[in-house]
């Protein structure tokens, strides 16, 4: 099983920061990761699939990146309905997993 | 528009059994496969498996597969999880998502709590 470790856990910032997400994987995935937002009572919103790329409807501000192991959610400038917990995804292979997630704050 | 909507929130006893439904509107409705996460309170999530709503193929999560069943009946356009054996640590919010490997679209979720 590909195990996925976010960091930091916790991501204190104010809006207009830049927020970077980290998301490793136990082995390498190619680029099958996907990153979603989850607001408190809401199910998960896909944001990045396959890496990078944006899926329909999602803001510029948000942007990914990395291959193999190693992956970063970006956030530009941060908005106030940014603020929420973050979850990345791996589909290379069975089963699918999900990393323990990263808390983003308001400082 | 796309729309996943999953039936109402379920009170089981420990041992007994729940099935949730997800009923799909707004696309084409075997294109897609159908997975299951589920979410106990305060944790991450947790993928529990997939359907292919084309041809009722399936893909279980090893520490589940001996007590879940996802079934699909075409007709009606709804997927369903049936939990069998169920205990306390099976209380969690349970959606539905489409897709098999990216989940675009995400039903509202269903709480099932366990509880004697």
């Known amino acids: 099983e590909v195990v996925l470790t976010q960091s930091p856990a916790t991501l204190s910032l104010s809006p207009g920061e830049r927020a970077t997400l980290s998301c490793r994987a136990s082995?390498?995935?190619?680029?099958?990761l996907a990153w979603y937002q989850q607001k408190l009572g809401q199910a998960p919103r896909l944001l990045i699939y396959d890496a990078s790329n944006r899926a329909t409807g999602i803001p510029a501000r948000f942007s990914g990146s990395g291959s193999g192991t190693d992956f970063t959610l970006t956030i530009s400038s941060l908005e106030p309905e940014d603020f929420a917990v973050y979850y990345c995804?791996?589909?290379?292979?069975?089963?699918?997993?999900f990393g323990q997630g990263t808390r983003l704050e308001i400082k | 528009q796309v729309q996943l909507v999953q039936s109402g929130a379920e009170v089981k006893k420990p041992g007994a059994s729940v099935k949730v439904s997800c009923k799909a509107s707004g696309y084409t409705f075997s294109s897609f496969g159908i997975s299951w996460v589920r979410q106990a309170p305060g944790q991450g999530l947790e993928w529990m498996g997939w359907?292919?709503?084309?041809?009722?193929?399936?893909h279980y999560a090893q520490r589940l597969q001996d007590r879940v069943t996802m079934t699909t009946d075409t007709s009606t356009r709804t997927t369903y999880m049936e939990l069998r054996s169920l205990r306390f640590d099976d209380t969690a919010v349970y959606y539905c998502?489409?897709?098999?490997?990216?989940?675009?679209?995400w039903g509202q979720g269903t709480l099932v709590t366990v509880s004697s």
């Open positions: 359907i292919s709503v084309y041809d009722g193929n399936t």
């Open positions: 995804q791996q589909r290379n292979n069975w089963p699918i997993t």
């Open positions: 998502a489409r897709g098999g490997w990216r989940f675009d679209y």
């Open positions: 082995q390498s995935i190619s680029n099958y």
